[in-house]
């Protein structure tokens, strides 16, 4: 009791908050932001906890900053009144569709980003099948979250189904058995956030054709990867339009694209199959509505940019960012092969590689590795899966591999030589937890706080202990301090 920290100020800082009372000049504005941008992830350098793509070329940021100013004001809602809007996207849709062996007659939408084509593929699924009263969808838990927030918001029945344990894909035997007649989608990836494996799609795929089941094909991350690897002549297992069966396919640009935050590409083999996906309102008092997708205004500098950037890299360019992206990535895998006590999960497909320990406590690991100055991206463990960091190589990573393999040698030496995480102390605080989680009131952000300060968590900044309480806790009362944390974030006024 007492403590009066909140997780805001434990984890940001306390900003100076009000109402911006007198304008202030531009340059005095400018100095503000930059002083706020200071304290974040450089987004760019070192492969981090950030999941930032920089291609390290100067030319593909000035020509996507120059590209957004120029569509600054241009509304996305609006194609008749901005059809240069129409055409960009059209251009984007058909550039990712050639790359994933779009047939004649397929059709696509830009989408604000990888979540939003998943949510937008399962609408679209749901919809075409109005007959069926309680829709499901199959996914495996390897499938990306945004998957699960799908079926959340789409009243969809989420049907989950086990990955092979060694190769991390999801079991074909499984997929068939989860469907039924009330399936309206099976999602595959290509590859997979997690694991970074490919899914047996031409397996899956025919089982959904045989039954009458979409199938989609969530290439967010490495779809943009995958065609210019096997352009390139290395192994790529057969995932696109080519596949029999596949039905749909989304595709980030700001990932691999290399596109500033908020593109995405989410394409149909036919475009009936994406007429759902479209929202038509016009009973209302106001402009008839016509939205593609969930937002309705949207920003044209997002798809000016990608547009633009996809133009200047050309794909040559992707080319040789996808050599430089996936040589690096070799070159962490071979070097982690040689490390006793790590080990790689599956056999990464493109350029994400999960590593967890083997015969070493895992946090300690995590933490030595953060003290090392390596924030990396932990993934907690599920039934029958370790915990794993998870690293997004990038075409700008190449030259800090071997230091990576350095501090993951360290790290490992390390954590031999400490006690476990979480300590035993910071293990009962997990009792106080789920006490707060039973009561009426649930996790708050203040009680959350009071009991990280009392378990001396967050005081130095350091996540990795905070990971390894989480990592013990059961999946619900996981999500009950994760959401309590997040909304202490951004606390009430
Ligand atoms: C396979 C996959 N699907 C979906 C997403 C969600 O994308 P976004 O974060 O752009 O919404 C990701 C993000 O990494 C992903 O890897």
Known sequence: MGCRATVRELVVGEAGVGMFADGRPMAEVLAELEALHAGDEPGRGRPGVANTFDSGSASV??????????YLHVNGLYPTSFPSVATLEHQVVAAVGEMVHAPPGAAGSWTSGGTESCLLAAKAARDARPDIEHPEIV????????????????????VIVDIDPVRMTAEVDAVER???DRTVLVVVSAPSYGHGVVDPIPEIATICARLGVRCHVDACIGGWVLPFAEQLGRP??????????????????????????????????TAAMRRTQYFVASDWTGYPVVNSTMQSS?????????????????????????????????????????????????????SLVAVTTDGVDFFPFLDELERLGWAVQPQLSQTGIPPTIHLTMTATHGPHV????????????????????????????????????????????????ELMV????????RMAPVHALLDTLPPQLRENVLLAFFEGLNPPL
């Open 236 to 269: 790529v297992p057969d995932w696109d339009f080519r596949v029999p069966g596949v039905d749909s396919i989304s595709v980030d640009l700001h990932k691999y694209g290399y596109a500033p935050k908020g593109c995405s590409i989410v394409l149909y083999r």
């Open 298 to 350: 949207k920003s044209g500098g997002l798809i000016a940019a990608a547009w633009a950037v996809l133009r200047h890299i050309g794909a040559d360019g992707y080319r040789a960012l996808v050599t430089r992206t996936l040589d690096a990535t070799r070159e962490l895998v071979d070097g982690i092969a040689e490390i006793d006590g790590l080990r790689v999960l599956g056999t990464p497909a493109t």
């Open 454 to 461: 009392k378990a001396g968590l967050l005081t130095d900044g």
């Open 61 to 70: 940021e000035q020509v996507a900053v120059r590209a957004f100013d120029l």
């Open 178 to 180: 989860a469907i039924t």
């Open 402 to 449: 071997a230091d990576l393999l350095g501090a993951l040698r360290a790290a490992v030496l390390a954590a031999r030589a400490r006690g476990p995480l979480p300590t035993a102390e910071q293990l009962r605080f997990v009792d106080e937890l789920a006490a707060q989680a039973a009561s009426d009131a649930g996790v708050s952000a203040d009680g959350l706080t």
């Open 139 to 158: 996914f495996a838990r390897s499938a990306h979250a945004a998957w699960a927030k799908a079926a959340k918001y789409f009243g969809l029945e989420p």
